[in-house]
C-alpha cells in the first residue's frame, strides 16, 4: 500500500477511540470492559504494525485473527448467563448515540478509497449505505431518549435496519480482502484494513458497533415481550 496522508491515520484513530470511550459509558465504566478493550487495541495495534496481516496467501487466511476473537467475545456474552446479564446492563441511550462515530467512519473509508487502499465498494459512492446509519442515530437519539416521541418499535426497527446495513458492508468488505476467498474488487482489493491502524476498525471499532445493536435488541425485545 502507497504511504497515506497523516490525517487520514489522525483521525481514525481518534475515531477508535471515541467508540471505544462511547461504549465504556455505555457500561457505566466497567473497569473490566475498558481493560478488556485496550488489552484488544494494544495486541491488535502491535500485530498490524508487525504487516502480519498483509500476508493474504496463507490458508486458513491471516485476517481470520483480525476479526475472530472479538465475534468471540461476543458469542460468548449471548451464550452465558453472565454475559447476558451485562448485555442488559448496558446503557441503551448511549449504544445509540455510539453509532454516530459511522460518520467519520465512512469519510476516511473513501479517502482510503481515494488512495486506492480500499474498493469503491465500500463507501457511500459504492455499496456501503452504513453512513445513514451515523446520520440517524442523532435523531433516534433525540426524539426515542429525549422527547421520547419514539416508541420501542420503533427503535427496535431503526436497529434491525442499521444492523443490515452494517452485515452488507461487512460481507462486501471480506470478500474484498485479497485472499483465497475473495469475491470482489480484483482491480483495487480492500488492502487498507490489512494496515495499522485501519486493522482496527475490523477488530475493534466494527465488533463494537455490532455489539451494541445487539444489545440493544435484545434490550428492547425483551421490553417487547413484558409489555405483552
Given at each position: 500500500m502507497t504511504p497515506l496522508p497523516v490525517y487520514i491515520a489522525v483521525v481514525f484513530i481518534l475515531t477508535t477511540i471515541l467508540t471505544v470511550f462511547i461504549f465504556y459509558k455505555a457500561t457505566r465504566n466497567s473497569t473490566i470492559t475498558i481493560i478488556v478493550l485496550l488489552i484488544l487495541l494494544v495486541i491488535q495495534s502491535l500485530i498490524g504494525l508487525s504487516g502480519f496481516y498483509t500476508t493474504t496467501d496463507t490458508v486458513p487466511p491471516r485476517f481470520l485473527l483480525l476479526i475472530g476473537p472479538s465475534l468471540l467475545l461476543?458469542?460468548?456474552?449471548?451464550?452465558?448467563?453472565?454475559?447476558?446479564?451485562?448485555?442488559?446492563?448496558?446503557?441503551?441511550k448511549t449504544l445509540t448515540i455510539l453509532h454516530s462515530i459511522r460518520v467519520p467512519v465512512e469519510i476516511v473509508l473513501l479517502w482510503l478509497f481515494i488512495h486506492k487502499a480500499i474498493p469503491e465498494?465500500?463507501?457511500?459512492?459504492?455499496?456501503?449505505?452504513?453512513?445513514?446509519s451515523g446520520l440517524t442515530s442523532p435523531f433516534i437519539y433525540y426524539f426515542g431518549f429525549v422527547k421520547k416521541k419514539l416508541n420501542s418499535v420503533a427503535i427496535l426497527a431503526w436497529n434491525f435496519i442499521c444492523l443490515a446495513l452494517l452485515i452488507n458492508i461487512v460481507a462486501n468488505a471480506i470478500l474484498s480482502v485479497p485472499t483465497t476467498f475473495q469475491k470482489f474488487a480484483f482491480d483495487q482489493p480492500n488492502v487498507g484494513i490489512l494496515y495499522f491502524p485501519f486493522n482496527l476498525l475490523?477488530?475493534?471499532?466494527?465488533?463494537?458497533?455490532?455489539?451494541?445493536?445487539l444489545a440493544a435488541i435484545r434490550q428492547l425485545l425483551n421490553k417487547t415481550k413484558n409489555r405483552i
Amino acid at each position: 500500500m502507497t504511504p497515506l496522508p497523516v490525517y487520514i491515520a489522525v483521525v481514525f484513530i481518534l475515531t477508535t477511540i471515541l467508540t471505544v470511550f462511547i461504549f465504556y459509558k455505555a457500561t457505566r465504566n466497567s473497569t473490566i470492559t475498558i481493560i478488556v478493550l485496550l488489552i484488544l487495541l494494544v495486541i491488535q495495534s502491535l500485530i498490524g504494525l508487525s504487516g502480519f496481516y498483509t500476508t493474504t496467501d496463507t490458508v486458513p487466511p491471516r485476517f481470520l485473527l483480525l476479526i475472530g476473537p472479538s465475534l468471540l467475545l461476543i458469542i460468548i456474552l449471548f451464550l452465558t448467563n453472565w454475559g447476558k446479564a451485562y448485555l442488559d446492563s448496558l446503557d441503551l441511550k448511549t449504544l445509540t448515540i455510539l453509532h454516530s462515530i459511522r460518520v467519520p467512519v465512512e469519510i476516511v473509508l473513501l479517502w482510503l478509497f481515494i488512495h486506492k487502499a480500499i474498493p469503491e465498494l465500500m463507501t457511500f459512492e459504492g455499496r456501503n449505505f452504513d453512513i445513514l446509519s451515523g446520520l440517524t442515530s442523532p435523531f433516534i437519539y433525540y426524539f426515542g431518549f429525549v422527547k421520547k416521541k419514539l416508541n420501542s418499535v420503533a427503535i427496535l426497527a431503526w436497529n434491525f435496519i442499521c444492523l443490515a446495513l452494517l452485515i452488507n458492508i461487512v460481507a462486501n468488505a471480506i470478500l474484498s480482502v485479497p485472499t483465497t476467498f475473495q469475491k470482489f474488487a480484483f482491480d483495487q482489493p480492500n488492502v487498507g484494513i490489512l494496515y495499522f491502524p485501519f486493522n482496527l476498525l475490523p477488530a475493534c471499532v466494527v465488533p463494537l458497533v455490532l455489539l451494541s445493536h445487539l444489545a440493544a435488541i435484545r434490550q428492547l425485545l425483551n421490553k417487547t415481550k413484558n409489555r405483552i
